[in-house]
């Protein structure tokens, strides 16, 4: 069964904290992603990346940084934690193409204080 | 601007009754389109797709949906709702733009279905 696994359900940090979540997915996917969740607004792209070392921008960077060393893993870091940034973080990733589907971690809910 | 829209932020079926969970595009180009649900505190699965050919598109769960061009529109429908369906669903679309792809959501429809 194809799985993407984050690292964390509930985080709990404090306001200037760096965090980091963490995403693997056993699939050999290219394509990795990582989003934000919040009632009303769906998903918002925070960024993405199609190789190894590659990451590009979503609709939503700032405040994010990302690292992909390996290609099954895929961290997102928020360098100083704000409460605007306190949300439903969800990881996914997906073969390359246009037409392929993407598989969706469990999701992490962040709560910055 | 590319949207994709689910214009009803929650729907209410009996169980046994069919359900629509309603979808419209607005892109450039040709669209691919995505059904997702999730279910509490989960992440999204994917359901179904629709990518070229048949417009009623077979998915996972009883699912299908059924692609308009004229219309853009991407309606997902079953035709006997259980109360396990009940659930958050999500509408995306994929398109082509400089330096890859991206995938667009919409906002999301509830769904309960009653018992």
């Known amino acids: 069964d194809v799985k993407v696994t984050q690292s964390s359900r509930y985080l709990v940090k404090r306001t200037g904290e760096k965090v980091f979540l963490e995403c693997v997915q056993d699939m050999d996917h290219e394509n990795m992603f990582w989003y934000r969740q919040d009632p009303g607004l769906g998903l918002r792209l925070i960024y993405f990346?199609?190789?190894?070392?590659?990451?590009e921008k979503g609709d939503i960077p700032e405040g994010y940084s990302v690292s992909r060393e390996k290609k099954e893993r895929f961290s997102l870091i928020l360098e100083s934690a704000s409460t605007n940034q306190t949300s439903m973080y969800l990881c996914?990733?997906?073969?390359?193409?246009?037409?392929?589907?993407?598989?969706f971690g469990q999701g992490t809910r962040l709560t910055v204080v | 601007a590319q949207s994709v829209a689910q214009p009803e932020d929650q729907v209410n079926v009996a169980e046994g009754n069919p359900l629509t969970v309603k979808c419209t595009y607005s892109?450039?180009?040709?669209?691919?389109l995505f059904w997702y649900v999730q279910y509490p505190n989960r992440g999204l699965q994917f359901l179904l797709k629709?990518?070229?050919?048949?417009?009623l598109v077979k998915g996972s769960y009883g699912f299908e949906a059924e692609f308009n061009k004229s219309q853009t529109s991407f309606h997902l429908k079953k035709p006997s709702a259980l109360v396990s369906d009940s659930a958050l669903y999500f509408c995306a679309v994929r398109v082509s733009n400089t330096g890859g792809f991206k995938t667009i959501f919409g906002a999301g429809t509830r769904l309960f279905v009653k018992a």
């Open positions: 629709y990518i070229t050919g048949d417009n």
């Open positions: 990346s199609y190789d190894v070392k590659m990451k």
């Open positions: 892109v450039s180009g040709n669209p691919y």
């Open positions: 996914a990733s997906s073969l390359q193409g246009l037409w392929t589907e993407a598989f």
